[in-house]
Protein backbone atom coordinates (compact mmCIF):
# COMPACT_ATOMS: atom_id res chain seq x y z
CA UNK A 1 0.00 0.00 0.00
CA UNK A 2 2.75 2.13 -0.78
CA UNK A 3 3.10 4.71 -4.01
CA UNK A 4 6.92 4.24 -5.31
CA UNK A 5 7.62 6.81 -8.21
CA UNK A 6 10.23 6.21 -11.08
CA UNK A 7 12.08 8.63 -12.64
CA UNK A 8 12.96 6.78 -16.00
CA UNK A 9 15.10 8.35 -19.15
CA UNK A 10 15.42 6.76 -22.57
CA UNK A 11 17.51 7.53 -25.36
CA UNK A 12 18.08 5.60 -28.63
CA UNK A 13 21.50 4.22 -29.59
CA UNK A 14 23.45 3.30 -32.67
CA UNK A 15 24.94 -0.09 -32.80
CA UNK A 16 27.41 -2.13 -34.33
CA UNK A 17 24.30 -4.42 -35.84
CA UNK A 18 22.45 -2.81 -37.84
CA UNK A 19 19.35 -5.14 -37.76
CA UNK A 20 18.90 -4.11 -34.32
CA UNK A 21 18.03 -0.71 -32.46
CA UNK A 22 19.04 0.31 -28.79
CA UNK A 23 18.00 1.84 -25.98
CA UNK A 24 20.18 3.14 -22.99
CA UNK A 25 17.69 3.36 -19.94
CA UNK A 26 17.79 4.62 -16.80
CA UNK A 27 16.00 4.51 -13.73
CA UNK A 28 15.93 6.19 -10.84
CA UNK A 29 13.64 4.72 -7.78
CA UNK A 30 12.14 7.18 -5.99
CA UNK A 31 10.91 5.71 -2.75
CA UNK A 32 9.33 7.91 -0.01
CA UNK A 33 9.99 5.88 2.66
CA UNK A 34 13.70 5.65 2.51
CA UNK A 35 13.99 9.63 2.46
CA UNK A 36 16.85 10.80 4.81
CA UNK A 37 15.07 13.53 7.29
CA UNK A 38 17.23 13.41 9.92
CA UNK A 39 20.34 15.32 9.85
CA UNK A 40 22.12 13.14 12.10
CA UNK A 41 21.59 10.50 9.28
CA UNK A 42 23.77 12.02 6.86
CA UNK A 43 26.70 11.82 8.30
CA UNK A 44 28.25 15.19 8.16
CA UNK A 45 31.78 15.42 9.84
CA UNK A 46 31.91 17.71 12.97
CA UNK A 47 32.63 21.46 11.70
CA UNK A 48 30.86 20.83 8.18
CA UNK A 49 27.91 19.72 10.47
CA UNK A 50 28.25 23.37 12.62
CA UNK A 51 28.42 25.38 9.70
CA UNK A 52 25.44 23.10 7.80
CA UNK A 53 23.56 23.55 10.59
CA UNK A 54 24.90 27.86 11.33
CA UNK A 55 23.55 28.69 7.79
CA UNK A 56 20.30 26.74 8.05
CA UNK A 57 19.00 28.02 11.40
CA UNK A 58 19.50 31.90 9.98
CA UNK A 59 16.40 33.71 9.29
CA UNK A 60 18.06 34.28 5.60
CA UNK A 61 20.07 33.98 2.82
CA UNK A 62 20.67 31.12 0.28
CA UNK A 63 22.24 27.72 1.08
CA UNK A 64 23.79 26.56 -2.38
CA UNK A 65 24.85 22.25 -2.67
CA UNK A 66 26.90 21.66 -5.41
CA UNK A 67 27.88 18.64 -7.29
CA UNK A 68 27.76 16.17 -10.09
CA UNK A 69 24.37 14.58 -10.87
CA UNK A 70 23.73 11.43 -8.65
CA UNK A 71 25.95 13.08 -5.74
CA UNK A 72 23.31 13.21 -2.95
CA UNK A 73 22.03 16.77 -3.35
CA UNK A 74 18.04 16.62 -3.18
CA UNK A 75 18.95 13.78 -0.37
CA UNK A 76 20.77 16.47 1.75
CA UNK A 77 18.60 19.50 0.81
CA UNK A 78 15.41 17.45 2.13
CA UNK A 79 17.29 16.59 5.20
CA UNK A 80 17.73 20.25 5.57
CA UNK A 81 14.37 21.11 5.17
CA UNK A 82 13.10 19.09 7.49
CA UNK A 83 15.59 20.52 10.01
CA UNK A 84 14.03 23.95 9.80
CA UNK A 85 10.48 23.27 8.83
CA UNK A 86 7.98 23.44 11.19
CA UNK A 87 4.10 24.77 11.06
CA UNK A 88 4.48 28.65 11.72
CA UNK A 89 6.95 28.18 8.59
CA UNK A 90 5.47 28.92 4.95
CA UNK A 91 7.51 26.64 2.73
CA UNK A 92 7.73 26.54 -0.91
CA UNK A 93 9.79 24.54 -3.50
CA UNK A 94 10.11 24.75 -7.14
CA UNK A 95 11.48 21.55 -8.67
CA UNK A 96 11.86 19.87 -12.23
CA UNK A 97 10.37 17.38 -11.63
CA UNK A 98 9.33 16.75 -8.08
CA UNK A 99 11.47 14.30 -6.99
CA UNK A 100 10.68 13.73 -3.00
CA UNK A 101 7.15 14.46 -1.27
CA UNK A 102 8.08 16.90 1.49
CA UNK A 103 5.39 16.65 4.49
CA UNK A 104 4.38 20.75 5.27
CA UNK A 105 5.64 22.08 2.28
CA UNK A 106 4.01 23.64 -0.99
CA UNK A 107 5.64 22.02 -3.81
CA UNK A 108 5.64 23.48 -7.25
CA UNK A 109 6.24 21.02 -10.51
CA UNK A 110 7.84 23.16 -13.58
CA UNK A 111 6.54 22.00 -17.20
CA UNK A 112 6.24 24.02 -20.51
CA UNK A 113 3.86 26.11 -19.40
CA UNK A 114 5.57 27.12 -15.94
CA UNK A 115 9.41 27.67 -16.12
CA UNK A 116 11.63 28.21 -12.97
CA UNK A 117 11.38 32.09 -13.43
CA UNK A 118 7.74 32.65 -13.82
CA UNK A 119 7.29 29.92 -10.39
CA UNK A 120 9.59 31.82 -8.72
CA UNK A 121 8.22 35.05 -9.36
CA UNK A 122 4.57 33.31 -8.23
CA UNK A 123 5.58 31.77 -5.25
CA UNK A 124 7.17 35.47 -3.66
CA UNK A 125 3.13 36.43 -3.94
CA UNK A 126 2.81 33.50 -1.68
CA UNK A 127 4.16 35.42 1.49
CA UNK A 128 7.15 32.24 1.90
CA UNK A 129 9.51 31.86 4.93
CA UNK A 130 11.58 28.95 3.17
CA UNK A 131 12.26 28.54 -0.67
CA UNK A 132 13.66 25.41 -1.97
CA UNK A 133 14.79 26.33 -6.13
CA UNK A 134 15.61 23.26 -7.39
CA UNK A 135 18.62 24.39 -9.18
CA UNK A 136 20.40 27.37 -10.48
CA UNK A 137 20.58 26.70 -14.53
CA UNK A 138 20.46 30.71 -15.58
CA UNK A 139 21.16 33.97 -14.87
CA UNK A 140 17.78 34.59 -14.26
CA UNK A 141 16.47 32.16 -11.93
CA UNK A 142 20.21 32.29 -10.11
CA UNK A 143 19.12 36.13 -10.02
CA UNK A 144 15.87 35.82 -8.36
CA UNK A 145 17.23 33.03 -5.88
CA UNK A 146 20.05 35.60 -4.76
CA UNK A 147 17.92 38.83 -4.39
CA UNK A 148 14.93 36.14 -1.98
CA UNK A 149 18.03 35.99 0.04
CA UNK A 150 18.71 39.05 0.22
CA UNK A 151 15.46 39.88 0.71
CA UNK A 152 14.19 37.88 4.21
CA UNK A 153 13.93 34.55 2.86
CA UNK A 154 15.68 31.05 3.63
CA UNK A 155 16.43 29.57 0.05
CA UNK A 156 18.12 26.39 -0.79
CA UNK A 157 19.13 25.55 -4.06
CA UNK A 158 21.87 23.18 -5.85
CA UNK A 159 24.95 24.02 -8.96
CA UNK A 160 26.71 22.03 -10.75
CA UNK A 161 30.44 22.97 -10.16
CA UNK A 162 32.95 20.78 -8.88
CA UNK A 163 34.41 22.22 -5.36
CA UNK A 164 32.65 24.87 -3.26
CA UNK A 165 35.06 27.88 -4.23
CA UNK A 166 33.94 27.29 -7.82
CA UNK A 167 30.19 27.50 -7.12
CA UNK A 168 31.12 31.58 -6.24
CA UNK A 169 32.99 32.54 -9.65
CA UNK A 170 30.23 30.23 -11.45
CA UNK A 171 27.85 32.72 -9.77
CA UNK A 172 29.77 35.97 -11.14
CA UNK A 173 30.19 34.34 -14.57
CA UNK A 174 26.74 33.85 -14.83
CA UNK A 175 26.51 37.64 -14.35
CA UNK A 176 25.18 37.62 -10.41
CA UNK A 177 26.96 40.98 -8.90
CA UNK A 178 29.91 39.97 -6.21
CA UNK A 179 28.45 42.17 -3.18
CA UNK A 180 24.80 40.31 -4.00
CA UNK A 181 26.81 36.71 -3.60
CA UNK A 182 29.04 38.04 -0.69
CA UNK A 183 25.83 39.76 1.29
CA UNK A 184 22.74 36.71 -0.11
CA UNK A 185 25.02 33.37 0.58
CA UNK A 186 25.12 31.70 3.63
CA UNK A 187 27.22 28.65 3.09
CA UNK A 188 28.08 26.62 -0.52
CA UNK A 189 28.79 22.55 0.25
CA UNK A 190 30.28 20.46 -2.17
CA UNK A 191 28.98 17.01 -1.79
CA UNK A 192 30.12 13.19 -3.33
CA UNK A 193 29.15 10.32 -2.61
CA UNK A 194 31.93 7.25 -1.90
CA UNK A 195 31.11 3.44 -1.87
CA UNK A 196 30.88 2.13 1.72
CA UNK A 197 33.04 -0.67 2.38
CA UNK A 198 31.24 -4.24 3.56
CA UNK A 199 32.22 -5.85 7.15
CA UNK A 200 34.33 -8.42 4.90
CA UNK A 201 36.66 -5.47 4.19
CA UNK A 202 40.15 -6.74 5.33
CA UNK A 203 43.04 -4.75 6.87
CA UNK A 204 46.39 -3.69 4.74
CA UNK A 205 49.21 -1.29 4.23
CA UNK A 206 49.09 0.92 1.16
CA UNK A 207 52.10 2.16 -0.94
CA UNK A 208 53.29 5.05 1.45
CA UNK A 209 53.61 6.79 -1.42
CA UNK A 210 50.32 6.60 -2.56
CA UNK A 211 49.14 7.70 1.18
CA UNK A 212 51.48 10.97 0.52
CA UNK A 213 49.91 11.45 -2.40
CA UNK A 214 46.64 12.04 -1.45
CA UNK A 215 48.12 14.17 1.70
CA UNK A 216 48.33 11.72 4.47
CA UNK A 217 51.08 12.57 6.96
CA UNK A 218 54.32 10.33 8.49
CA UNK A 219 52.42 10.16 11.36
CA UNK A 220 49.33 8.94 10.03
CA UNK A 221 51.00 6.79 7.73
CA UNK A 222 52.48 5.02 11.02
CA UNK A 223 49.51 5.04 13.37
CA UNK A 224 46.23 4.55 10.80
CA UNK A 225 44.55 1.52 10.31
CA UNK A 226 43.78 1.25 6.34
CA UNK A 227 41.51 -1.33 4.73
CA UNK A 228 40.62 -3.12 1.14
CA UNK A 229 37.38 -4.35 -0.13
CA UNK A 230 37.16 -7.98 0.05
CA UNK A 231 33.85 -9.43 -1.04
CA UNK A 232 31.64 -11.83 0.40
CA UNK A 233 28.05 -13.29 -0.33
CA UNK A 234 26.52 -9.97 1.76
CA UNK A 235 28.30 -7.31 -1.05
CA UNK A 236 27.67 -9.83 -3.95
CA UNK A 237 31.73 -10.09 -3.94
CA UNK A 238 32.02 -6.12 -4.60
CA UNK A 239 33.54 -5.65 -1.73
CA UNK A 240 30.85 -2.46 -0.96
CA UNK A 241 27.49 -2.31 0.64
CA UNK A 242 26.19 1.08 0.60
CA UNK A 243 27.55 4.54 0.12
CA UNK A 244 28.42 7.48 2.55
CA UNK A 245 29.09 11.35 1.70
CA UNK A 246 32.34 13.51 1.63
CA UNK A 247 31.49 17.06 2.51
CA UNK A 248 33.48 20.86 1.68
CA UNK A 249 31.41 23.17 3.76
CA UNK A 250 32.51 26.70 2.97
CA UNK A 251 30.73 28.92 5.43
CA UNK A 252 30.73 32.59 4.19
CA UNK A 253 32.46 34.05 7.36
CA UNK A 254 33.39 38.03 7.65
CA UNK A 255 36.82 37.18 5.82
CA UNK A 256 35.52 35.14 3.12
CA UNK A 257 32.77 38.03 2.49
CA UNK A 258 35.56 40.51 1.90
CA UNK A 259 37.69 38.75 -0.44
CA UNK A 260 34.20 38.06 -2.69
CA UNK A 261 33.65 41.91 -1.95
CA UNK A 262 37.00 43.14 -2.86
CA UNK A 263 37.43 41.02 -5.76
CA UNK A 264 36.04 43.41 -8.32
CA UNK A 265 35.97 41.54 -11.84
CA UNK A 266 38.10 38.55 -10.92
CA UNK A 267 36.91 36.31 -8.51
CA UNK A 268 39.80 34.17 -7.06
CA UNK A 269 38.90 30.72 -5.89
CA UNK A 270 42.46 29.82 -4.60
CA UNK A 271 42.35 32.26 -2.26
CA UNK A 272 38.66 31.78 -1.24
CA UNK A 273 39.79 28.03 -0.49
CA UNK A 274 43.06 28.84 1.21
CA UNK A 275 41.04 31.51 3.71
CA UNK A 276 38.12 28.87 3.97
CA UNK A 277 40.71 25.91 4.95
CA UNK A 278 42.58 28.69 7.72
CA UNK A 279 38.79 29.05 9.22
CA UNK A 280 38.61 24.99 9.35
CA UNK A 281 37.02 24.00 6.07
CA UNK A 282 37.78 20.46 5.00
CA UNK A 283 38.47 19.84 1.57
CA UNK A 284 36.57 16.97 -0.44
CA UNK A 285 39.90 15.14 -0.32
CA UNK A 286 40.81 16.00 3.36
CA UNK A 287 37.08 14.86 3.68
CA UNK A 288 37.73 11.57 2.09
CA UNK A 289 40.63 11.51 4.04
CA UNK A 290 38.77 11.40 7.28
CA UNK A 291 36.73 8.29 5.67
CA UNK A 292 39.74 6.73 5.09
CA UNK A 293 40.59 6.84 8.78
CA UNK A 294 36.84 5.83 10.21
CA UNK A 295 37.34 2.99 8.08
CA UNK A 296 34.47 3.09 5.93
CA UNK A 297 36.11 3.66 1.97
CA UNK A 298 39.25 2.70 0.69
CA UNK A 299 42.17 5.13 -0.24
CA UNK A 300 41.25 3.91 -4.10
CA UNK A 301 38.03 5.33 -3.82
CA UNK A 302 39.11 8.37 -2.74
CA UNK A 303 42.07 8.93 -5.16
CA UNK A 304 39.07 8.08 -7.63
CA UNK A 305 36.29 10.48 -6.46
CA UNK A 306 38.32 13.72 -5.53
CA UNK A 307 41.05 16.16 -6.97
CA UNK A 308 44.51 17.44 -5.38
CA UNK A 309 43.46 20.44 -2.74
Do not use: W
Not at 100 to 117: E, P
Not at 142 to 170: C, Q, W, Y
Not at 246 to 267: C, Q, T
Amino acid sequence: NHNIRYRVSIMPMVGAQFDRKFESVVIRVLDDRKVITDLNVLGLQKKAKEDFVKSIEKPSGITIITGPTGSGKSTTLVAALYYVIDPTKNVLTVEEPVEYLIKGARQLKISNNMTFDMAIRGILRHDPDIVLVGEMRDLKTAEIAIKMANTGHLTFSTLHTNDAPSAVSRLFKMGVEPFLIANAVNLVMAQRLIRRLCKCKEQYDPHPETLRGIGFTEEEIQNESFYKAVGCEKCNGTGFKGRAAIHEALFFSKDIKRIILESGGDIDEEQIKDQAVKNGMLTLRASGRERIKEGITTVEEIIAITLDD
